[in-house]
């Protein structure tokens, strides 16, 4: 038996002849005041852990669905929180006029998106960026905003 599968073994037998869960010690190590300086060693040796955990054959498809799972939750609780009016703007096109088209900004809308969902406009961001010819359409969409924007404040001074 290699040398580090014995404490294992001794580890995981003591730990079901007193009936606790692999995850105490787990999370008690990584978050002991007295082994770690700051925050920063708890989240990096979390980091360790999962990234160990999902390079290993036995658990990457339960640490995959854990991961899926977990950001649906996220995403589906920062929607929620963008979808109060609280929030700020919305835009109803239903009840759309002439006034309120010319005074929406989307760009305000994506600054707002950006700040509040921060872990959702990350996944877009990440989905989007894909594909390579949405990427290129996107960048010319943005430099045509910006030259608009330009235009704009060049006209209005």
Same mark, same amino acid.
């Given at each position: ?8 073994? #001794?580890?995981?037998? %003591? ?5 606790? !869960? ?5 999370? &008690?190590? @990584?978050? *002991? ?44 609780? #920062?929607?929620?929180? %963008? ?5 700020? !703007? ?5 009840? &759309?006029? @002439?006034? *309120? ?48 924007? %330009? ?7």
């Amino acid at each position: 038996m290699p040398l580090i599968l014995l404490p294992v073994a #001794q580890l995981h037998s %003591l730990l079901q002849d007193h009936d606790i !869960p692999i995850t105490d010690p787990t999370v &008690a190590f @990584a978050t *002991s005041e007295s082994s770690y300086a700051n925050a920063t060693d708890v989240g990096n040796t979390a980091t360790s852990i999962m990234d160990g955990l999902l390079s290993h054959p036995a658990s990457v498809a339960d640490i995959q669905q854990w991961a899926c799972r977990t950001a649906s939750q996220v995403y589906a609780g #920062q929607i929620v929180d %963008l979808s109060r009016k609280a929030a700020g !703007p919305h835009f109803g096109a239903s009840k &759309a006029t @002439a006034l *309120s088209l010319q005074e929406f900004n989307l760009d305000d809308l994506t600054n707002l998106f950006q700040s509040d969902t921060p872990d959702l406009w990350r996944c877009y961001d990440q989905l989007l960026s894909a594909d390579p010819s949405i990427n290129r359409q996107r960048e010319r969409r943005q430099q045509q905003r910006y030259e608009t924007r %330009l235009a704009v404040q060049v006209e209005s001074n």
